[in-house]
């Protein structure tokens, strides 16, 4: 039944026509990423290393918690932006795992950012607004955009999903300079239009080693052909958001058979590490059997590291599923789009599992 899905797809071969093994997936990766950003996402921006500030309040969340305003800011050619994140950890702790969370508000707590839960977990948070990145609109002189996007932008250059993951992605380098951190327990989480950038991030930054993809839909880790009638198709997106992508890949609305590639390409880059892929039932804008479809699709490049890859029954999903056991895990939950307590409930019970925590 799945497989009889699956084939309606279509899809592009994950090996690009080469040897269906490791080594086959290894030699077709860099030219995966390569055709990701090109027609899709656009280039990520230069590196370049913020100048860092911060300001420290101990006293937070009864007592339990350090909490530390964190401003990054980039400077390039006489032009500067500061963004501000906040990073929170339970007090006097060592070896912390911890998730960076893209979010649509600067609030701590907010209603995606359950902190008490978070704390009590275990784990530390560093948070971001992403509209303090840069604007959700079409100008790309707002924010950090406007460091490096060209007057006339080229068909391959970023669009607003790659400059919010280039931003996820310095996040994760300042991490790496905290002594009170675990290197190998840094996970990323985002919802919706900061689910497909979590995704984003996440493929093109190994040091991420575990992805948290809510309700991400359409351009994120749902597949693009054959959808669902009322789900959201590339027409869609590239019509009301065509900032969120490069020029390129609006010539796929309405011609999605002429893609190079589809989501699966994107998911499976996270591979061997783990990424769970969430869904809602009412959601159906995001279809969830093409994120379940994406999923299924992608589990045998973890087979091929050796790794438990989607563990599910053999039918599509249905709702209340919580396929969790492997390293690439898919849930459909009750209720409609949004990033809930219920989601943050399963991506850390899962990653708990995974962290002996
Ligand atoms: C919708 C968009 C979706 C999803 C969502 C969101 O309007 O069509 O792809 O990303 O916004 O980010 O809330």
Redesign the pocket.
Known sequence: MIEKELKKRNLPDLFLGGEQTLSGWENAKPKIKDILLKEEYGYFPPHITPKISTLINEETFGGKAVWEEVNFTFEKNEKSHTVKTNLIYPKGKTNLPFFILLNFRPDVPDKYLPIDKIIDSGYGVFSVCYKDITEDNDDFSSGLSALFSSETRSDSEFGKITIWAYMAIRMMDYLQLRPEIDKDKIGIIGH???G?TALLAGAFDERFSFVCVNN?????ASLSRERYEWS?KLF??TK??PFWFCKNYLKYSNNEDKLPFDQHFLLSLIAPRSVYVGGAIEDT?ADNDNQFLCCYASSKIWELYGKRGLVCTERMPVENDVFMDGELGFFLRSGG?CLSEMDWDIYIKAQSKKFNL
Request: aromatic letters at 12%; a positive charge.
């Open positions: 919706s239009r900061l497909k991400s839909g359409c351009s994120g959201e869609h997106i009301t958001f804008w789009h």
